[in-house]
């Protein structure tokens, strides 16, 4: 279904004999040549992170210029600590994407946890507290999980139903206040390691099993097949309604572990929290090259879309620019990131 | 007198990589041409060309021996010429009327006539002798009949000259009898044809006169009634073809692996009774819409049970998806390759190796090395044509070679029962012969039990050594051996599908 048709007997049986179809040049700088005619062997996802490191580089280089402060290691680690929250969730988001799905209930899913959390501390102890927060972030996972791949709803469309809900029982749980919470701060403040935040220590860590993951073992490669071709990937014995189940409760997994941090760093759970988080999620992992068709997007790719987000943001604030001209900057990179994927497809197809 | 539509020695090529070297074609009012060709022949390019898509690097196109400056689809509109693509090209949710008038609505002061536009369309169908209500959606009809508002819209919008683009490829055999009527009324109105096709015996019943591109050459131009299919075939591939001939008999036939007794599917099939075994290739040959793919279908897990037992290898089987059934050793190869076989744009050592991923993989992780080696030994083993490297999305290869990709599938799994439905649509000459060869030899060697689902009936005759004959869901005859014949086929096959 999201498989259009980009290929048709013709362009099939000529690229039997023209040299390439949807080659660019690896070289970083020359993405823009027109006609494409260098048959050098396909370099794997390098062109799509090559436009994205040049722009980071870029921004590096003025931020660096403008504001003294802006490469010292305590200010990456504060980029880095920012990235982490949204970061956590990229990546089961990243899987998600790759398989031609999306969950827009993370924002609101993680100001639940963290609300669920907050108010049952006091009732409950921390310990339970904790249990239920990550029991929480699992059902909303598989309830997304299973209104998507057993009654048959578009992705978009349950999670935005999923989102709005979320966001209510969450206002209603906390009564529309914030609530406070003590002795809870170890796990968004300490920093446990060469000083680096714990949350961060985490987010690598995710960064990396998810990586390994999705390159190596038989669950990542299903969910690749199942972005490129869901009924293929169905018919060849993958079990797809299994796999994306288990997805998308990662998905839920990852919007507790990120709601807990970010409750923890404030030490406090707003139900306003994490407002609009969905949306930098979807930019960075389509920034990292993931196709919105499915079935392309690397871990790797995320983390360089997460950076620049982070690094735009960061720099913004140094230099003093008005914080509402971040969303401004956030929504157009979005917009450019989708139009070069798909000027990237039409390339390819075209050629 | 001129020709209608002459082409003298065209040349075109992409990226420096000549695809068509110096090719004439004529054809003249009311004369249907069919133009033959294995897939990267250069048909599409030359069509493209009459069509003015694509702009010749050399050569000449006349109309009525006036050489056109300004080959354009502007130009090649106004001069009368239309292309019915393969895949639908109409409006779906709008009526036969509007889609036969699209883009050239009758309007009286800004506002659409309804009542002429009717007309126009009821008009141009009963030039087609086709009747249907006009007010119908056109995704309601059957596919034939979608075919047929194409042609109308040509029609009613004077197409002088039509292009065909394998019309026929989806269509059963009653929509290919209404097709060629169709095509015998225009013929008769002096509209000139051009008409692209794989099947041989649609060659000789419809055309006047065949040419056949090889390799960018016209390597044979002649009436048809002058022409052996042999001959069409050996200029085709550039070889002599093996004659459609009767495989030998299987020696010593294994063990029953494929069971069916009295199995029903809803509406889909009833009572079906068929045993494979071990080193047998055993079709099901029916009209689409007969039931064979769904009888397929459901030994593959696709379609619920509602009567009757299968067994495999002698154990009671009941797959509740395509999951189960690969893990039981059944491998699947569906009809449409491109909705329900590729992985596009994944690497074709990925598309060959995906089955086995549970079996390379070591406590669920998964190497690429094992991938690379089975696409090397496969590609090898299969001949199949392409470059050495494993990363290449398998959308770049052939139609014929894709399908050699995803038959490695289920040999490199390991599968022992092969479901094929529709094997060899849309695969040309060459690679159709061996892909049967490379069946036979493994249902031999390999003691592999297969059950292929085909509406063709030279298909059967190279490869089965027994037939189950399907009409209207049901089984309405036998064949083995000497008996399967072409004429047995298409006589037990019987009335046409309601």
Not at chain 1, 8 to 13: K, S
């Amino acid at each position: 279904m999201t498989q259009a048709s980009q290929d048709d007997g013709g362009t099939v049986q000529l690229s039997k004999e023209a040299p390439a179809t949807g080659r660019v040049d690896p070289s970083p700088s020359t993405t823009a040549g027109g006609a494409v005619v260098n048959p050098a062997p396909r370099g794997r996802s390098v062109p799509e992170l090559a436009g994205l490191l040049v722009v980071l580089a870029a921004l590096v280089v003025l931020f660096a210029v403008k504001s003294p402060y802006f490469l010292t290691t305590n200010n990456i680690l504060n980029i880095l600590s920012a990235i982490a929250v949204t970061g956590i969730i990229a990546v089961p988001a990243t899987m998600l994407l790759v398989a031609g799905q999306v969950d827009l209930s993370v924002g609101s899913g993680a100001a639940f946890c963290g609300v669920l959390l907050a108010t049952q501390v006091a009732p409950r102890g921390l310990g339970l507290a904790i249990v239920l927060a990550v029991v929480a972030g699992l059902a909303i996972g598989a309830v997304n999980g299973f209104f998507i791949n057993v009654v048959g709803v578009n992705s978009l469309i349950t999670t935005l139903g999923t989102l709005a809900v979320l966001r209510g029982l969450t206002q209603l749980l906390a009564d529309g206040q914030t609530t406070i919470v003590t002795g809870f701060s170890a796990l968004g403040t300490s920093r446990p390691f060469l000083s680096i935040p714990l949350s961060v220590i985490i987010f690598a860590l995710i960064v990396a099993v998810g990586a390994l993951c999705m390159r190596f073992t038989v669950f990542g490669r299903s969910l690749y097949a199942i972005g490129a071709n869901p009924v293929a990937a169905r018919l060849v014995g993958i079990r797809t309604r299994r796999v994306l189940i288990i997805t998308f409760v990662l998905s839920g997994l990852a919007v507790a572990v990120s709601g807990l941090i970010l409750t923890s760093q404030l030490s406090a759970a707003s139900p306003v929290a994490a407002t609009g988080l969905e949306l930098t999620v979807v930019t960075a992992v389509v920034l990292g090259g993931a196709s919105l068709s499915g079935g392309r997007g690397t871990v790797l790719g995320t983390v360089l879309g997460l950076v620049l987000i982070g690094v735009l943001n960061n720099g913004l604030v140094l230099l003093n620019v008005n914080s509402f001209w971040q969303d401004v900057a956030r929504g157009t990179l979005l917009i450019l990131a989708v139009s070069f994927d798909q000027l990237r497809q039409r390339f390819s197809a075209g050629s | 007198m001129p020709s209608l539509l002459e082409l003298q020695s065209v040349r075109k090529g992409f990226a420096g990589v000549p695809v068509l070297h110096g090719v004439d074609l004529h054809i003249d009012q009311g004369e249907v041409l069919a133009l033959l060709g294995e897939n990267g022949a250069g048909k599409s390019t030359l069509v493209k060309i009459i069509a003015g898509d694509y702009t010749a690097d050399d050569g000449a196109v006349l109309v009525e021996g006036e050489p056109v400056r300004q080959h354009d689809p502007v130009q090649a509109r106004a001069l009368g010429i239309r292309m019915i693509f393969q895949e639908l090209n109409d409006a779906g949710p709008l009526t036969v009327a509007e889609n036969i008038s699209l883009g050239r609505w009758s309007a009286r002061r800004g506002l659409v006539s309804w009542s002429s536009m009717r007309k126009r369309a009821e008009a141009a169908l009963a030039q087609l002798g086709a009747e249907f209500d006009v007010s119908r959606t056109v995704e309601s009809l059957r596919i034939g009949e979608r075919q047929l508002v194409e042609i109308a819209r040509a029609l009613s919008d004077e197409a002088r000259i039509l292009i065909l683009d394998e019309p026929t490829a989806a269509l059963s055999s009653s929509e290919v009898d209404q097709l060629f009527r169709a095509m015998e009324q225009m013929r008769s109105r002096g509209v000139a044809m051009i008409y692209i096709t794989h099947r041989l015996d649609e060659v000789t019943a419809i055309a006047d006169r065949v040419q056949v591109l090889r390799d960018g050459v016209g390597v044979l131009d002649s009436a048809v009634s002058e022409v052996s299919r042999t001959q069409m075939v050996t200029a085709m591939i550039g070889r002599e073809a093996d004659g459609v001939t009767r495989p030998n008999a299987p020696e010593g036939l294994g063990p029953s692996m494929l069971e069916v007794h009295g199995l029903s599917s809803g509406a889909l099939f009833d009572d079906v009774d068929l045993e494979v075994r071990a080193g047998e290739v055993v079709a099901l040959y029916g009209k689409i819409g007969s039931g064979t793919a769904e009888v397929v279908e459901a030994a593959f897990g696709l379609h619920p049970i509602t009567a009757g037992t299968m067994r495999l290898d002698g154990v009671d089987y009941r797959p509740d998806g395509p999951a189960t059934a690969v893990d039981q050793g059944l491998g699947f190869l569906p009809a449409d390759r491109k909705q329900s076989g590729l992985l596009a744009i994944r690497p074709v050592a990925e598309n060959l190796a995906a089955p086995s991923w549970p079996r390379m993989s070591r406590g669920g992780f998964l190497g690429h090395k094992a991938e690379r080696a089975a696409w090397s030994r496969w590609r090898e083993a299969l001949s199949i044509r392409s470059r050495d490297e494993p990363g290449q999305p398998i959308a770049t290869l052939s139609g014929g070679n894709q399908q050699k990709v995803l038959l490695a599938r289920w040999f490199e799994r390991g599968s022992r029962v092969l479901l094929l439905v529709e094997p060899t649509r849309g695969v040309d000459v060459g690679a159709r012969s061996d892909i049967y060869r490379t069946l036979r030899r493994f249902a031999e060697h390999e003691s592999l039990a297969v059950l292929i689902a085909t509406s063709d009936y030279e298909e059967v005759v190279q490869l089965a050594d027994r037939v189950l004959v399907m009409a209207r869901g049901r089984v309405v005859d036998h064949l083995t051996g000497a008996g399967v014949t072409s004429a047995a086929l298409t006589s037990a096959s019987g009335g046409d599908v309601a």
